[in-house]
């Protein structure tokens, strides 16, 4: 079992629709990242929060928006997406000071139709 | 790109021998890390090694640093079926440490 929790696991869904990946974590971290990871290619950075505010934008497409509600929670607004966005998405989370790890949840593996 | 490579891309070995992963990276980091990805599953941090070390172990795992050559070294002793996975080393940079990148990962297979 993870301590970084990622909802739902798996998603469908058209190019049209409207929806949102989520990420929890209550180990008290207080930066907290999206990546995304096509098969057989590493992770890639798409954004980092820190002390709920966004620090690093990897300049993602505006169709992937990103929310920090609160230090325990992340989100990830999807719309309007491209088949080419189909990948697993991984949220992870760390302290905030240098040099530690990153806690990561299993995934959401999304396909787009 | 300050993206990691890992070498060799994919290894195979008997379960009890020792598998050793090379990561080569570009520019100057303040720290290392490994993490394995199970097939399906998210990451796990194995360890970090920070640039004024050269050598760092952990359990059955031993980790090298070079920043001369902008090279590290994972040696697992003794690997074990479960040992099965991608294996990845990640490096920070300019960026900070929170900016993170993956090398493109070693694909280890323990033959039981």
């Known amino acids: 079992d993870t301590e970084v929790t990622q909802t739902p696991k798996h998603l469908v869904m058209g190019m049209t629709n409207k929806k949102s990946l989520k990420c929890e974590q209550h180990?008290?971290?207080?930066?907290m990242y999206w990546y995304k990871q096509k098969a057989k290619k590493p992770p890639e950075l798409m954004f980092v929060?820190?002390?709920?505010?966004?620090?690093i934008n990897e300049s993602v497409p505006s169709r992937f928006s990103p929310e920090c509600p609160n230090s325990s929670l992340l989100n990830l607004h999807l719309h309007a997406l491209q088949p080419e966005d189909s990948a697993l998405y991984l949220c992870?989370?760390?302290?905030?000071?240098?040099?530690?790890?990153?806690?990561f949840g299993d995934g959401t593996r999304l396909s787009i139709l | 790109s300050q993206q990691g490579e890992e070498d060799p891309q994919a290894l195979s070995i008997q379960e009890g021998e020792n598998a050793t992963m090379n990561c080569s990276y570009k520019?100057?980091?303040?720290?290392l890390q490994w993490y394995r990805q199970n097939s399906g599953r998210g990451l796990v941090h194995l360890i970090l090694?920070?640039?004024?070390?050269r050598e760092k172990h952990s359990g059955r795992l031993r980790v090298t640093l070079d920043t001369s050559k902008k090279s590290s070294s994972l040696l697992i002793t003794a690997s074990r079926a479960a040992d099965t996975a991608s294996y990845f080393c990640?490096?920070?940079?300019?960026?900070?440490?929170?900016?993170?990148?993956f090398g493109i990962g070693t694909k280890l297979q323990v033959i039981p």
């Open positions: 992870a989370s760390s302290q905030v000071d240098g040099n530690q790890p990153q806690h």
């Open positions: 180990m008290g971290h207080r930066a």
């Open positions: 929060y820190s002390y709920e505010k966004l620090s």
């Open positions: 520019t100057s980091i303040n720290n």
């Open positions: 090694i920070r640039s004024n070390e």
């Open positions: 990640a490096t920070d940079g300019s960026g900070g440490y929170q900016k993170v990148t």
